[in-house]
Structure formats: structure tokens, C-alpha cells
């Protein structure tokens, strides 16, 4: 069984391969790595970084590497006492023609066995009818016949549909028409051809077997070179027949446009290219998972990372299928993104979460609410009003459900209309719709998950709540909202056909109400709502800003007793910003003024280059507008360069963030209808910032040098959390040293792992010298970030030798005076003591700091990265009316016992880790 005590995530890809993984493995077990946390190697959409597009689940992705290098890998990681946590993606797969599965539905349609395979939306009332859309065109399907980018083509797959470089296959049964509508069909081909069409119902294998004899038997034939290119050009220069044969498929192809109105396929999220599957058929799972489950058996990998999750019908039903086959005590972690007080639900047989709930607890505990809401009150007097954040999340998931998800609506009414034991024609569609539109918009979470046992207390209570949400915002339609309510209302004793028609919407439902948070909120709001941007990220919310000592010790107590194998994140393939970048944007918070002040000086003094852009059929406007003015300089110091060299590459990458942000947001301009004027006016602002002799830089840097410097402090504060409360530390490839990545595909840039193995080398060489060699290498090489690398290394290394003390110890938070937050992990006879400075109002140097341990706590302790020996002294708790400072944590820990003082800061590291053995 995996039992991870830390993973490091690689994104592999044809650029980074098993090879380049594999001449890694020594730099990654020295650096105290465990476990491989690898990205998806099954075969993905061709040119890939990613992975999460996948075409073949059944084969090894060949750009990545091959089977025999993937077992040469397990073999050296078990060598090395490691192993390899697997990410898979169950929800969807590329719609590409590549797509062997797919491309059998698309041929044979509601005869090959694939075709349920994928989660298509049956008498979808569209003019097309029930076939599949192809929403891939750039024009109206008429328009690009009339341009010839469609043509008749015959290949080694057979007759196909071109459209530039992509080849859609042609309905076998259209294949005699093909050849048999004019003469010259060559005599003796049609028994070949009847056996062809015999074998359109079988199943995978046997139709592949026919249609590969067939193509054989044709190419035998010295006459059919020319009868098929003759047939071929037949076709494509009579536009009414290559239409006719368009229209004869199982598919139609449209304009990707149309998809933002009509669908009848799920989506992941709103991408066309990306199909979901019907995981919740048995044989789609077996299918699905046999080469996965090949590979677990061989222990090639060890443990699953279960991508996007709420996309599934039955999560709860899939991850019983996915123990069953795999084993109970196989490792599983799902990505989720719980939101405010929602909690993994409890009966979900998983070992925990990615970590982007523990990214947010830290996210909000290092920041300083008081220094917060002065950032948001001159955000909102000085930069824009806008409404509260959660009206702004409401309005924009509405739009976006509107704008980009019409289809999906469509597709939810015509199902809910559909059920007779629900829906009567009495009722008014379009006011129900309406309705249904508002719930979605006001739904609190990501998603419920109803199922036949009749839902948790807990998923009740998130739809009483989002409906309540829902009457406010629109109390014209409280009779149709009240009908929804009742749908709800089912129960597990409610066994009948209308209970399961109030499940099968509910269902379906929910597997849509998860991608408008994503989008609407994630992908939009994220970039509208600017006071602080650090806490816009994935799993955090910009609605609160700052967290006591106390939220987040009831926060890692929780994740103790509930999922302490969860991942501890901090930086993913998907969050919006390094972690480095938001802790300098969350030290703000600690000097509001300062920071005001500044933005102040900075727009007067480019107050010459905002000018004014006009706007279609509408009054004209400034150019950047304030809100993305204060989003660009927020950005900029959140990744701005720590050694505080701008250079060609970092302007190419700021202006590729800048981008896109500005068509997330779509307040200015959008991905369908780009203002092209307004961003090229956004982009000069940018460039003239960052030329050289630039006035704003040279008042710029200075500042945010101030920034990176108090900074480092606190991202070593985020990094020791990570590596040291409840759950497993996860480290994204690179972020050993600074993290100051932009949304992706910034993040996703190559990492110099090269430059991170001479600097561990170095690390362990100058720890070996005598004096001080040590922490001057360290200072030295701050701008690079080397001080979380060592901070990685000797954590790790006291993880690796006691894992217990955190896979299995208490988690004891600590009475700390100070901005400090402090606790023990004690398993044992092993402890460990964790302390870390807090971001917090007005501080700006270490800080004292004394700390009240248990009475059967150790007196003697060993700090892990100093070296230095430090004794408890004994005093009585202190008094319950005592003058402790406003942030102090007053979390107690049982009876008064010895205490620890480091009265002139903690030294010559800023964190602190003890324990009181070094073996």
C-alpha cells in the first residue's frame, strides 16, 4: 500500500519524459521525496502538456514513453524506498478523431458499443436531430463548403471528411453509396463489401477486424487507386452532394460558436474538444480502467489521483467500483474544491483531497484582516465600486450560464419537462427556466451528490440554502422556485418512479452546477474582483481576507481526525499564481498605507499613458480601465523577478498573463469577440511600465525588492505549514525554489532541474563545513530561493526518518506570544515542535516569541536547522486576564508546562522545527 510522506508533481509531456524523470530520481529521493506524483501518461491529443486530453486510455502515451521504461522506473523508486502516485482523468477524453473510441461512435453511430460510452444527450430537439454535434468549424458548415475546406478523402482509415488537418470519418453504411452511386465501381468488390456492411452491429474487435480486411481487399485491386480518387473528386466538385453526404452522418459539424446555445454532449466545463464519459456504466468503468489497473498489478504505480471528481454522476458509487477493483487499502485522492465550511463527504471511501483546501487555510492565515478590509475600502472608494463579492459571484455565473452554457440549461429543462411524474404543461416554461437559471447561479458549493439513500443532512442543507439565496435575488419567481424546492425533497424510503425522476434531474443537475462555479467564478470573478488578489485561487475565496491562529488550528485538528492523508498544496498546474507570488501580494495586508500610497504615486505618474479606446455601440472608454490598471500592478509585484532583472522573457510572460486575464474577466474585451483596440492599449500600458528607463520602473523595483525581502520570511512560514501540519506535503515540479508563476500555461514552463541538483549539492556540501559556511551559502543564493530548497531537505529528512509523528501524531496547537503560530506533533516518544512568524499589521522584523508546551512535553530540543540545542524552562500558565497582544493565539494545550523563549526573534533561521531526537 502507498503511504506517502511527501509527493513531488511532474507534468510530463514529449518535452519532459520518462527519461528526463528518470535522470531526476537521485536529485528528488536526496532532496527526501517519497513519491512520484505524475501527471497523466495514457495516450493524450497529440502536442499535449498537460495530459488531461486524452485519447487512448488503454495505451501508455508514446511522447512520454514506453512500458519498459515506465517498469525500469519502479524498479529504481523501489530501490530508493519510493513510489509513483498516479493522476487519471475518468470524466472526459479528447473529442478527437484520434480518439479510437470515438471515432468508432462516430462511424458506426448507435451501433458501435462506444457510443455510450460518452455522456451524449439523446433527442436533443435541435435541426440536426439526435446526431452528435462537432462544434470544430471557424465558419457556418455552408460557408466553408462554399470555400472547399471540406472535402471527400479516402485514406488508410477509409473514406474520411478533411477539414484542415483533421479527418472525420465517414458512416460506414455510406460507403456502398459511395462507391456504387455512378458507375465504374471495379466488378468482384461487392462481396467484400457485403461482408463489410455485416459486421457495422458487432462489437469493437470483430468491426475492427472486417474493416481492416476490407481496406486490404480494396487495396489488392489495381483498379482502385483510380476508381476511389476518381469517386473522391466526384464528390467534392458538387457541393450538393458532399452537403448530402454531410448530412447523412451520425455527426454534424457546425460552428464552435454554437455551442455557447446549443449542445447535446456534456462538456468539461464549457470545452469542445473535451467530452465527458458515462462513468457510471459498469462497462465504461471496466473498459476505462483495465490498462490502469494492468499497471497497478504490476506495481508500476501505486496509488490514483482522481481528476475533477464532481464531473462523475455517483462520485461516492465510483470510488466504491474504483477500492473493489483496485483493493480497499489502495491510496486515492480526489481533486475537489470544497468551499467555505463544506468538508469531504464523510462516506466517500478515499484517502483525502489534492490539497487546495489546505492552500487556502494557509493562504487566509497569513494574511492580516485588519490590513485587508483597509486594502478593500480603498479598493472600493478609490479604484472601483463594485457590488459585495457575492453578488458580483452570482451576476457573473448567471451571465456565464447564459452566455456559455445556454445549451446546458436547455438540455437540463428539456430533461426536467421530460419527466411526466415531475413537470405539467400548466406550469410556464419559460418562468421555470428563469428559476432554474437563479438556483444555479445561487448554488453555494461546487455541487451536492444526491443518490438513492436520499442525500446527506448536509447536501440539504446546501439546497435549502442556495434556494433561499435564490428567492432573494429573484422573489418574482418564488412559485417556481418553490416547485424546485420540492424536487429536493425526496428521501430514501420515497421508492417509486417519481422519486427517481426527482433523483435523475437532481443527478444531472449537479453534474452542471460544478462547471459554472469554475467558470463563473474561478475563470471570471477571479479577474474582476481585484482588492487582493492573492486570495483569488483555486479552493480560496476573496470574501474574506485573514484568518486567527485559532480558524486554522480547528481547521488542521479536523484534517487530523477526518483525512490526514489528504495532499498539502500550494501551488498546482491550475492555481493563478505561484505560491511565492501570493504570500508578497498577502504582505500587503501587513502595510496597507504603504501600499497605498505607492499605487497612488504609480497612477498619477502613468496617468499619460491610459487613454481613451472606443467601443462599439457604446460610450467610449479608459484603456486600461482602473480595475485592470490595479490588477496589472498587483500582477507585476506578485511576479516580479526576485533578483529584480526585468528582462525580454519576463515581459513576453507578463503580457501572455495579461491577456488572458483581461479576456477572463470579459468585462472589456472576451475570448469570441476580442476588443482588439482596447487590449493592444493594455499592452502598450504594460510595455511602456517595463521599458528600461522607464519612470514607473524606477520607483517600482525598489518596492518590490522591499516586498521579496519581507516576503522570504513568510513563504519559508507557508512552506514549514506545508511540510509539517496534518496531510501530506505536496511539492509542484520546481517550487523548491521561488514560485512566482503566472496563470498557466506560465506555470507550466520547463523547470532547470539542473541548476536545482547543483544547488542541493552545494547545500549538503557547505552543511558539512564548519562556522557559518552553511547559512552564508544560503543568503548568498536567497534571490533563487535556495532557502526553501534547504528547508525541503531538512524537513523531509527528519519526516522520512519519524513518519509516524505526522502520518499518525497529534496535532497540539500551542499558546504562543507574538504574530507567530505554533503547535506539536507528537507520536510516541517523538515530538516535533512547528512554529512560524504570521503576517500581521505593522510587522516588519523578527519578532520575540514564547511558547507554553504541555507538562509532559520534552525539555531538551534540537532545532533541525540550526543545529542549536534549546531548553525548556518551567513557569505556571499564564493568566486567563493576562495583557497578551490581540493576535495572540489562545489555543491551550493542556496542563501549564515548560516553556520556550526566543526573546530576540528566533535567530539565524525564521522558522522554527524541533524535536527532541536527532536519530
Given at each position: 500500500?502507498?503511504?506517502?510522506?511527501?509527493?513531488?508533481?511532474?507534468q510530463?509531456?514529449e518535452k519532459?519524459?520518462?527519461?528526463?524523470?528518470?535522470?531526476?530520481?537521485?536529485?528528488?529521493?536526496?532532496?527526501?521525496?517519497?513519491?512520484?506524483?505524475?501527471?497523466?501518461?495514457?495516450?493524450?491529443?497529440?502536442?499535449?502538456?498537460?495530459?488531461?486530453?486524452?485519447?487512448?486510455?488503454?495505451?501508455?502515451?508514446?511522447?512520454?514513453?514506453?512500458?519498459?521504461?515506465?517498469?525500469?522506473?519502479?524498479?529504481?523508486?523501489?530501490?530508493?524506498?519510493?513510489d509513483?502516485l498516479?493522476?487519471?482523468?475518468?470524466n472526459?477524453?479528447?473529442?478527437?478523431?484520434?480518439?479510437?473510441?470515438?471515432?468508432?461512435a462516430?462511424?458506426?453511430?448507435?451501433?458501435?458499443?462506444?457510443?455510450?460510452?460518452?455522456?451524449?444527450?439523446?433527442?436533443?430537439?435541435?435541426?440536426?436531430?439526435?446526431?452528435?454535434?462537432?462544434?470544430?468549424?471557424g465558419a457556418?458548415?455552408?460557408?466553408?463548403?462554399?470555400?472547399?475546406?471540406?472535402?471527400?478523402?479516402?485514406?488508410?482509415?477509409?473514406?474520411?471528411?478533411?477539414?484542415?488537418?483533421k479527418?472525420?470519418?465517414?458512416?460506414?453504411?455510406?460507403?456502398?453509396?459511395?462507391?456504387?452511386?455512378?458507375?465504374?465501381?471495379?466488378?468482384g468488390?461487392?462481396?467484400?463489401?457485403?461482408?463489410?456492411?455485416?459486421?457495422?452491429?458487432?462489437?469493437?474487435?470483430t468491426?475492427?477486424?472486417?474493416?481492416?480486411?476490407?481496406?486490404?481487399?480494396?487495396?489488392?485491386?489495381?483498379?482502385?487507386?483510380?476508381?476511389?480518387?476518381?469517386?473522391?473528386?466526384?464528390?467534392?466538385?458538387?457541393?450538393?452532394?458532399?452537403?448530402s453526404?454531410?448530412?447523412?452522418?451520425?455527426?454534424?459539424l457546425?460552428?464552435?460558436?454554437?455551442?455557447?446555445?446549443?449542445i447535446?454532449?456534456r462538456?468539461?466545463?464549457?470545452?469542445?474538444?473535451l467530452?465527458?464519459?458515462?462513468?457510471?456504466?459498469?462497462?465504461?468503468?471496466?473498459?476505462?480502467?483495465?490498462?490502469?489497473?494492468?499497471w497497478?498489478?504490476?506495481?508500476?504505480?501505486?496509488?490514483?489521483?482522481i481528476?475533477?471528481i464532481?464531473?462523475?454522476?455517483?462520485?461516492?458509487?465510483y470510488?466504491?467500483?474504483?477500492?473493489?477493483l483496485f483493493?480497499?487499502?489502495?491510496?486515492?485522492?480526489?481533486?475537489?474544491?470544497?468551499?467555505?465550511e463544506?468538508?469531504?463527504p464523510?462516506?466517500?471511501?478515499?484517502?483525502?483531497?489534492?490539497?487546495y483546501?489546505?492552500?487556502a487555510?494557509?493562504?487566509?492565515?497569513?494574511?492580516?484582516?485588519?490590513?485587508?478590509r483597509?486594502?478593500?475600502?480603498?479598493?472600493?472608494?478609490?479604484v472601483?465600486?463594485?457590488p459585495?463579492?457575492?453578488?458580483?459571484?452570482?451576476?457573473?455565473?448567471l451571465?456565464?450560464?447564459?452566455?456559455?452554457?445556454?445549451?446546458?440549461?436547455d438540455?437540463?429543462?428539456?430533461?426536467?419537462?421530460?419527466?411526466?411524474?415531475?413537470?405539467?404543461?400548466?406550469?410556464?416554461?419559460?418562468?421555470?427556466?428563469?428559476?432554474?437559471?437563479?438556483?444555479?447561479?445561487a448554488?453555494p458549493?461546487?455541487?451536492a451528490?444526491?443518490?438513492?439513500?436520499?442525500?446527506?443532512?448536509?447536501d440539504?442543507?446546501?439546497?435549502?440554502?442556495?434556494?433561499?439565496?435564490a428567492r432573494e435575488?429573484?422573489?418574482d419567481?418564488?412559485?417556481?422556485?418553490?416547485?424546485?424546492?420540492?424536487?429536493?425533497?425526496?428521501?430514501?424510503?420515497?421508492?417509486?418512479p417519481?422519486?427517481?425522476?426527482?433523483?435523475?434531474?437532481?443527478?444531472?443537475?449537479?453534474?452542471?452546477?460544478?462547471?459554472l462555479?469554475?467558470?463563473?467564478?474561478?475563470?471570471?470573478?477571479?479577474y474582476?474582483?481585484?482588492?487582493?488578489?492573492?486570495?483569488?485561487?483555486?479552493?480560496?475565496?476573496?470574501a474574506?481576507?485573514?484568518?486567527?491562529p485559532?480558524?486554522?488550528?480547528?481547521?488542521?485538528?479536523?484534517?487530523?481526525?477526518?483525512?490526514?492523508?489528504?495532499?498539502?498544496?500550494?501551488?498546482?498546474?491550475?492555481?493563478?499564481?505561484?505560491?511565492?507570488?501570493?504570500?508578497?501580494l498577502?504582505?500587503?495586508?501587513?502595510?496597507?498605507?504603504?501600499w497605498i500610497t505607492?499605487?497612488?504615486?504609480?497612477?498619477?505618474?502613468?496617468?499619460?499613458?491610459?487613454?481613451?479606446?472606443?467601443?462599439?455601440?457604446?460610450?467610449?472608454?479608459?484603456?486600461?480601465?482602473?480595475?485592470?490598471?490595479?490588477?496589472?500592478?498587483?500582477?507585476?509585484?506578485?511576479?516580479?523577478?526576485?533578483?529584480?532583472?526585468?528582462?525580454?522573457l519576463?515581459?513576453?510572460?507578463?503580457a501572455?498573463?495579461?491577456t488572458?486575464?483581461?479576456?477572463?474577466?470579459?468585462?472589456e474585451?472576451?475570448?469570441?469577440?476580442?476588443d482588439?483596440a482596447?487590449?493592444?492599449?493594455?499592452?502598450?500600458?504594460?510595455?511602456?511600465?517595463?521599458?528600461?528607463?522607464?519612470p514607473?520602473?524606477?520607483?517600482?523595483?525598489?518596492?518590490?525588492?522591499i516586498?521579496v525581502?519581507?516576503?522570504?520570511?513568510?513563504?519559508?512560514?507557508?512552506?514549514?505549514?506545508?511540510?509539517?501540519?496534518?496531510?501530506?506535503?505536496?511539492?509542484?515540479?520546481g517550487?523548491?525554489?521561488?514560485?512566482?508563476?503566472?496563470?498557466d500555461?506560465?506555470?507550466?514552463?520547463?523547470?532547470?532541474?539542473?541548476?536545482?541538483?547543483?544547488?542541493?549539492?552545494?547545500?549538503?556540501?557547505?552543511?558539512?563545513?564548519?562556522?557559518?559556511?552553511?547559512?552564508?551559502?544560503?543568503?548568498?543564493?536567497?534571490?533563487?530561493?535556495?532557502?526553501?530548497?534547504?528547508?525541503?531537505?531538512?524537513?523531509?529528512?527528519?519526516r522520512?526518518t519519524?513518519?509516524?509523528?505526522?502520518?499518525?501524531?497529534?496535532?497540539?496547537?500551542?499558546?504562543?506570544?507574538?504574530p507567530?503560530?505554533?503547535f506539536l506533533?507528537?507520536?510516541?516518544?517523538?515530538?516535533?515542535?512547528?512554529?512560524?512568524?504570521?503576517?500581521?499589521?505593522?510587522?516588519?522584523?523578527?519578532?520575540?516569541?514564547?511558547?507554553?508546551?504541555?507538562?509532559?512535553?520534552?525539555?531538551?530540543w534540537?532545532?533541525?536547522?540550526?543545529g542549536?540545542?534549546?531548553?525548556?524552562?518551567?513557569?505556571?500558565?499564564?493568566?486567563?486576564?493576562?495583557?497578551?497582544?490581540?493576535?495572540?493565539?489562545?489555543?491551550?494545550?493542556?496542563?501549564?508546562?515548560?516553556?520556550?523563549?526566543?526573546?530576540?526573534?528566533?535567530?539565524?533561521?525564521?522558522?522554527?522545527?524541533?524535536?527532541?531526537?536527532?536519530?
Amino acid at each position: 500500500m502507498l503511504n506517502p510522506r511527501s509527493t513531488y508533481r511532474i507534468q510530463l509531456h514529449e518535452k519532459f519524459t520518462f527519461r528526463d524523470l528518470d535522470a531526476i530520481l537521485d536529485y528528488l529521493h536526496d532532496l527526501g521525496i517519497s513519491t512520484v506524483y505524475a501527471a497523466p501518461i495514457t495516450m493524450s491529443a497529440k502536442g499535449s502538456n498537460h495530459g488531461y486530453d486524452v485519447i487512448d486510455p488503454l495505451r501508455l502515451n508514446p511522447a512520454i514513453g514506453t512500458e519498459e521504461e515506465l517498469a525500469a522506473l519502479a524498479t529504481r523508486l523501489k530501490a530508493y524506498d519510493m513510489d509513483w502516485l498516479q493522476d487519471i482523468v475518468p470524466n472526459h477524453m479528447a473529442y478527437d478523431t484520434a480518439n479510437p473510441w470515438l471515432y468508432d461512435a462516430l462511424e458506426r453511430g448507435p451501433q458501435s458499443p462506444y457510443y455510450r460510452f460518452f455522456d451524449i444527450i439523446g433527442d436533443h430537439e435541435l435541426p440536426e436531430g439526435d446526431k452528435l454535434m462537432a462544434p470544430f468549424l471557424g465558419a457556418p458548415l455552408g460557408e466553408c463548403l462554399e470555400k472547399g475546406e471540406l472535402t471527400l478523402q479516402f485514406t488508410d482509415a477509409g473514406f474520411v471528411i478533411r477539414y484542415y488537418e483533421k479527418d472525420y470519418p465517414v458512416a460506414a453504411r455510406l460507403y456502398r453509396w459511395i462507391c456504387t452511386m455512378s458507375d465504374g465501381y471495379p466488378a468482384g468488390m461487392s462481396t467484400a463489401l457485403d461482408a463489410f456492411e455485416k459486421a457495422l452491429a458487432s462489437d469493437g474487435p470483430t468491426w475492427k477486424a472486417a474493416r481492416t480486411q476490407w481496406l486490404q481487399q480494396m487495396s489488392a485491386y489495381a483498379a482502385w487507386p483510380d476508381f476511389v480518387a476518381a469517386r473522391t473528386q466526384f464528390f467534392n466538385q458538387r457541393i450538393h452532394l458532399l452537403e448530402s453526404l454531410l448530412q447523412s452522418q451520425y455527426y454534424v459539424l457546425t460552428h464552435h460558436g454554437l455551442a455557447a446555445t446549443h449542445i447535446n454532449y456534456r462538456r468539461f466545463f464549457t470545452v469542445n474538444s473535451l467530452i465527458c464519459l458515462r462513468m457510471e456504466d459498469p462497462v465504461v468503468f471496466r473498459d476505462y480502467h483495465s490498462v490502469i489497473h494492468h499497471w497497478y498489478t504490476r506495481g508500476w504505480i501505486n496509488g490514483l489521483r482522481i481528476d475533477h471528481i464532481d464531473g462523475l454522476a455517483q462520485p461516492k458509487q465510483y470510488l466504491q467500483w474504483l477500492k473493489t477493483l483496485f483493493g480497499e487499502d489502495t491510496y486515492v485522492v480526489a481533486e475537489k474544491i470544497l468551499t467555505g465550511e463544506e468538508r469531504m463527504p464523510a462516506d466517500w471511501p478515499l484517502e483525502g483531497s489534492t490539497g487546495y483546501d489546505f492552500l487556502a487555510a494557509a493562504g487566509q492565515l497569513l494574511t492580516d484582516a485588519d490590513g485587508s478590509r483597509e486594502l478593500l475600502d480603498f479598493y472600493s472608494h478609490q479604484v472601483i465600486g463594485l457590488p459585495p463579492y457575492p453578488t458580483i459571484v452570482y451576476e457573473r455565473k448567471l451571465d456565464y450560464l447564459h452566455r456559455h452554457m445556454a445549451g446546458e440549461l436547455d438540455n437540463l429543462m428539456n430533461l426536467l419537462t421530460g419527466l411526466p411524474l415531475l413537470y405539467t404543461a400548466a406550469q410556464d416554461q419559460d418562468r421555470l427556466k428563469e428559476a432554474l437559471a437563479a438556483w444555479m447561479a445561487a448554488f453555494p458549493i461546487y455541487r451536492a451528490y444526491p443518490d438513492p439513500t436520499g442525500g446527506s443532512p448536509e447536501d440539504a442543507a446546501h439546497f435549502s440554502r442556495s434556494l433561499a439565496s435564490a428567492r432573494e435575488h429573484r422573489p418574482d419567481l418564488l412559485t417556481e422556485l418553490d416547485y424546485l424546492d420540492g424536487l429536493t425533497r425526496y428521501a430514501a424510503a420515497s421508492v417509486g418512479p417519481a422519486a427517481s425522476q426527482q433523483l435523475t434531474f437532481l443527478t444531472r443537475l449537479m453534474q452542471f452546477t460544478g462547471p459554472l462555479a469554475a467558470k463563473g467564478i474561478e475563470d471570471t470573478t477571479f479577474y474582476i474582483y481585484n482588492p487582493y488578489i492573492a486570495h483569488c485561487e483555486v479552493g480560496d475565496t476573496p470574501a474574506i481576507a485573514g484568518i486567527m491562529p485559532e480558524a486554522f488550528h480547528r481547521l488542521m485538528q479536523d484534517r487530523q481526525q477526518s483525512l490526514p492523508d489528504s495532499l498539502n498544496a500550494t501551488t498546482t498546474h491550475d492555481t493563478k499564481r505561484g505560491e511565492d507570488s501570493r504570500i508578497r501580494l498577502s504582505v500587503l495586508s501587513a502595510m496597507p498605507q504603504e501600499w497605498i500610497t505607492a499605487v497612488t504615486r504609480w497612477r498619477q505618474l502613468n496617468a499619460p499613458l491610459v487613454v481613451t479606446v472606443p467601443r462599439p455601440a457604446s460610450a467610449p472608454r479608459l484603456s486600461p480601465s482602473p480595475n485592470d490598471e490595479y490588477l496589472i500592478y498587483q500582477a507585476l509585484l506578485g511576479g516580479f523577478p526576485a533578483h529584480g532583472i526585468v528582462d525580454d522573457l519576463f515581459r513576453e510572460r507578463f503580457a501572455g498573463y495579461l491577456t488572458k486575464a483581461l479576456r477572463e474577466a470579459g468585462t472589456e474585451t472576451n475570448y469570441d469577440e476580442p476588443d482588439e483596440a482596447y487590449e493592444q492599449q493594455c499592452q502598450a500600458f504594460a510595455t511602456a511600465l517595463l521599458k528600461p528607463d522607464a519612470p514607473f520602473l524606477a520607483e517600482f523595483a525598489p518596492f518590490a525588492r522591499i516586498i521579496v525581502n519581507r516576503a522570504t520570511v513568510y513563504s519559508l512560514s507557508l512552506l514549514l505549514l506545508k511540510l509539517t501540519a496534518p496531510g501530506i506535503p505536496d511539492i509542484y515540479q520546481g517550487a523548491e525554489l521561488w514560485e512566482e508563476s503566472f496563470v498557466d500555461p506560465d506555470n507550466r514552463r520547463p523547470v532547470d532541474f539542473a541548476r536545482r541538483m547543483t544547488l542541493l549539492r552545494e547545500v549538503r556540501s557547505a552543511e558539512r563545513q564548519d562556522g557559518d559556511a552553511l547559512f552564508d551559502f544560503l543568503h548568498t543564493h536567497r534571490d533563487e530561493g535556495v532557502e526553501k530548497l534547504f528547508t525541503i531537505y531538512r524537513t523531509l529528512q527528519y519526516r522520512n526518518t519519524r513518519p509516524e509523528v505526522f502520518n499518525k501524531g497529534s496535532y497540539t496547537p500551542l499558546v504562543c506570544t507574538g504574530p507567530w503560530l505554533a503547535f506539536l506533533r507528537h507520536h510516541g516518544e517523538h515530538w516535533a515542535l512547528v512554529a512560524v512568524p504570521l503576517i500581521r499589521y505593522g510587522v516588519t522584523e523578527p519578532q520575540p516569541l514564547s511558547l507554553q508546551l504541555p507538562a509532559d512535553a520534552p525539555t531538551q530540543w534540537t532545532n533541525r536547522f540550526t543545529g542549536q540545542t534549546v531548553e525548556a524552562a518551567v513557569r505556571d500558565r499564564p493568566a486567563a486576564n493576562d495583557n497578551r497582544a490581540p493576535y495572540e493565539s489562545r489555543a491551550t494545550a493542556g496542563s501549564p508546562g515548560p516553556t520556550l523563549s526566543w526573546p530576540d526573534g528566533p535567530g539565524a533561521w525564521p522558522v522554527i522545527l524541533l524535536t527532541n531526537n536527532l536519530q
